[in-house]
């Protein structure tokens, strides 16, 4: 089975890296240019001994929007968006409506489908914890990132995510068959 997220910037080339057990490190922030593709599997999804494992593809999204031309070719064929902002800045919170706006509801993507990561990044202060978003972002499942404090909480939740993305396919899978069969 493969899957794609999307990604937006602030940090989340660390993230990512982090979530697909890369071993590329990065030593000093340098924009993302264009899009990375993380591939990674991941056995027993289901959490079951014989279950197939899932090969997961990451794409990792620049978030200049000069790179505008080229979001239809990513978003294409993709199961879930993962966006990521720093929520300590203002200009991200509006930022995030953007790409909310293009990448699922453009899409036609569920609600479900996408996750909201407030990235804190290393050193970071003030209280965020209580962050407050507008319809129809505080619909969306938000999780908080601190890859400092608690990044095993960090991937636990992302294998949720992933989790869920699998079941939605194969729900829809499972109708499709269904109604080849009626």
Same mark, same amino acid.
């Given at each position: 089975?493969?899957?794609?997220?999307?990604?937006?910037?602030?940090g989340?080339?660390v993230?990512?890296?982090f979530?697909?057990?890369s071993?590329?490190?990065?030593?000093?922030?340098?924009?993302t240019?264009?899009?990375?593709?993380?591939?990674? !599997?991941?056995?027993?999804m289901?959490g079951n001994?014989? *279950?197939? *494992? #899932?090969?997961f593809?990451?794409?990792? #999204? *620049?978030g200049?929007?000069?790179?505008e031309? #080229?979001w239809?070719?990513?978003?294409?064929?993709s199961?879930g968006?993962?966006?990521?902002?720093?929520?300590?800045l203002p200009s991200?919170l509006?930022?995030? =409506?953007?790409w909310?706006?293009?990448?699922?509801?453009?899409?036609q993507?569920l609600?479900?489908?996408?996750?909201?990561?407030?990235?804190h990044k290393?050193g970071?202060a *003030?209280?965020t =914890?209580?962050?407050s978003?507008a319809?129809p972002?505080n619909?969306?499942?938000l999780i908080?990132?601190?890859? !400092?404090?608690?990044?095993?909480?960090v991937r636990?939740e992302?294998?949720?995510y992933?989790?869920?993305?699998?079941?939605?396919?194969n729900?829809?899978r499972d109708r499709?068959e269904?109604?080849i069969?009626?």
């Amino acid at each position: 089975m493969d899957h794609r997220s999307v990604h937006l910037p602030s940090g989340k080339s660390v993230l990512a890296n982090f979530l697909s057990e890369s071993t590329e490190g990065i030593s000093s922030y340098v924009p993302t240019q264009g899009v990375r593709i993380l591939e990674y !599997e991941k056995p027993n999804m289901n959490g079951n001994s014989k *279950g197939a *494992g #899932c090969r997961f593809e990451l794409w990792d #999204c *620049g978030g200049d929007q000069k790179f505008e031309t #080229c979001w239809p070719a990513l978003m294409k064929d993709s199961h879930g968006v993962v966006i990521v902002f720093n929520p300590e800045l203002p200009s991200h919170l509006k930022e995030i =409506e953007m790409w909310y706006s293009c990448f699922v509801q453009q899409q036609q993507l569920l609600d479900n489908q996408c996750l909201l990561i407030a990235h804190h990044k290393p050193g970071s202060a *003030g209280d965020t =914890e209580n962050l407050s978003l507008a319809s129809p972002l505080n619909k969306l499942k938000l999780i908080h990132s601190s890859l !400092e404090e608690d990044p095993e909480d960090v991937r636990i939740e992302f294998v949720k995510y992933f989790k869920s993305i699998i079941n939605l396919l194969n729900e829809s899978r499972d109708r499709e068959e269904m109604s080849i069969i009626t």
